[in-house]
């Protein structure tokens, strides 16, 4: 039977590349739900007019709380699974297929995007990050998670109906996995290259670092 999915995309001042991701996305036969997090550009309008359901945000909240709203609206209609993708063309929608097909042949109950078989065109110092968070997180959810950091993900419905998500930053991608992986779901992983843009990440090395670190020590002794 095929999986009815939609797409989840969290968005800030993404004016350039949002349009673009929310047509290829119904080419597929994907609906689109675009949470627009407080932009002050054409992200929003842009989104509806190329079919996107957009959710706005008056004032920057943060990807978590982008995503929990999402989840939130996404839980009341009738998909199988959402696919998360990033607003700024990172994640190519012709990889779907490849989550699709992996959640099928493993049984999974989430799939990851894996960008670490391929390291050419990543920032040195994220490839390092990754690496580490991901190998603490693996140690922490006791499943291997190669690149927990890789916003490209496949979630069953299921899985959100159960896991209960709090954060309202960039922590909320390892909040999940280790919810996840503590409910007894399964996690899978497969390779994705990202088109990495001329532009900063938003990504503050330091502060969100910090960050996923008190995240996991309080996981660690919420078990």
Not at 33 to 48: C, E, K, L, R
Not at 119 to 131: E, H, L
Request: glycine share 8%; with cysteine; hydrophobic share 45%.
């Amino acid at each position: 039977m095929a999986v009815k999915i939609c797409g989840l995309i969290p968005s800030y001042n993404e004016a350039r590349t949002i349009g673009g991701i929310v047509r290829e996305l119904a080419l597929r036969g994907i609906a689109a739900y675009v949470i627009d997090d407080g932009s002050v550009d054409d992200t929003a309008s842009i989104a509806a007019s190329a079919g996107a359901v957009v959710l706005k945000h008056e004032r920057n909240k943060g990807k978590g709380a982008s995503l929990r709203e999402g989840f939130k609206h996404i839980l009341k209609k009738d998909f199988d699974a959402v696919i998360i993708m990033d607003g700024d063309a990172q994640h190519r929608p012709g990889d779907i297929d490849d989550f699709l097909k992996r959640m099928e042949q493993a049984n999974a109950d989430m799939v990851i995007g894996n960008r670490m078989n391929d390291t050419s065109s990543m920032p040195i110092i994220r490839i390092w990050t990754n690496r580490f968070m991901s190998w603490l997180i693996s140690l922490v959810c006791g499943q291997r998670v190669p690149d927990s950091q890789c916003g490209f993900r496949l979630i069953k419905k299921k899985v959100l109906e159960r896991v209960e998500l709090r954060s309202s930053n960039y922590e909320i991608e390892s909040e999940m996995i280790i919810g996840a992986a503590r409910a007894g779901f399964k996690i899978e992983s497969v390779p994705i290259k990202t088109v990495y843009q001329n532009e900063a990440s938003r990504i503050n090395p330091f502060a969100d670092t910090i960050r996923f670190l008190a995240f996991i020590v309080r996981a660690a002794f919420e078990r």
